[in-house]
């Protein structure tokens, strides 16, 4: 299956700074990245739906200024954590589809953020 | 309304037997799409295996199975010869078709966890 590398793997930071977390597509081009966040023994809840070249769609209740999404080419969409609380503690994880059609979603290995 | 369903917040197996975890889904969509993944304690999430809403046939990956039941709609995961690397989280996945009014965005269920004892 495609690969998508989602960096870093684990971040410690501190309450009140941001933090960017990276999510590319190795070998293909992903027109759309979706965000989620998943709190423990929980489900995904997606945060957020980018395309390429456009603003991310938001789902209700996520904090478009405090989640910054950018999805700036076809291979890397980023999302920043901005101001970060202990509430922010989270295991956030991205996925990639090429093609809006009848593909799977190709996943990341996962963002562990602890605020402290 | 939840559109994934899946019931069993946890399974025990014994190595070598088959399991089957439990996935309703609710949409009034004619084209879909379903998922089973696979998140291991590392956190990644694993794509197991597809079944679309017009396929024929169950959809089958090694010892994977999906027990598509349309008009039940249900879609259970059917694990053959259990082995202790399949204990983790499943989660079965839908998405509708954009074609249909859906939005391709995969809506995910709240998880199974499965242990498999030695």
């Known amino acids: 299956g495609a690969v998508v590398s989602q960096h870093p793997s684990r971040v410690i930071c501190k309450s009140g700074t941001s933090v960017k977390i990276e999510c590319r597509s190795l070998d293909f081009q992903a027109t759309t990245m979706f965000w989620y966040r998943q709190f423990p023994k929980q489900s995904l809840m997606l945060m957020a739906t980018?395309?390429?070249?456009?603003?991310?769609?938001?789902e209700q209740g996520v904090e478009k200024d405090k989640f910054l999404i950018n999805h700036a080419s076809l291979t890397l969409s980023t999302l920043t954590v901005t101001s970060a609380h202990p509430e922010d503690s989270s295991f956030y994880i991205c996925s990639a589809r090429f093609d809006p059609g009848n593909t799977e979603a190709f996943f990341g290995q996962g963002t562990r953020l602890t605020v402290v | 309304a939840q559109k994934i369903t899946q019931t069993q917040p946890g399974m025990f197996v014994q190595e070598k037997e088959a399991v089957t975890l439990d996935c309703t889904y609710d949409?009034?969509?004619?084209?879909?799409?379903l998922f089973w993944y696979k998140q291991p304690s590392s956190g990644e999430m694993i794509f197991l295996i597809y079944q679309g809403s017009y396929d024929q046939q169950n959809a089958t990956e090694g010892r994977y199975s999906l027990n598509f039941q349309k008009a039940r709609k249900s879609a259970n995961l059917v694990i053959s010869a259990s082995q202790l690397g399949d204990s983790a989280m499943y989660f079965c996945?839908?998405?509708?078709?954009?074609?249909?009014?859906?939005?391709?965005?995969?809506?995910f269920g709240r998880g199974t966890s499965l242990i498999v004892h030695p």
């Open positions: 980018s395309n390429e070249g456009s603003k991310a769609t938001y």
């Open positions: 949409t009034s969509d004619p084209s879909y799409g």
């Open positions: 996945a839908m998405r509708e078709d954009v074609a249909s009014g859906g939005s391709y965005i995969p809506t």
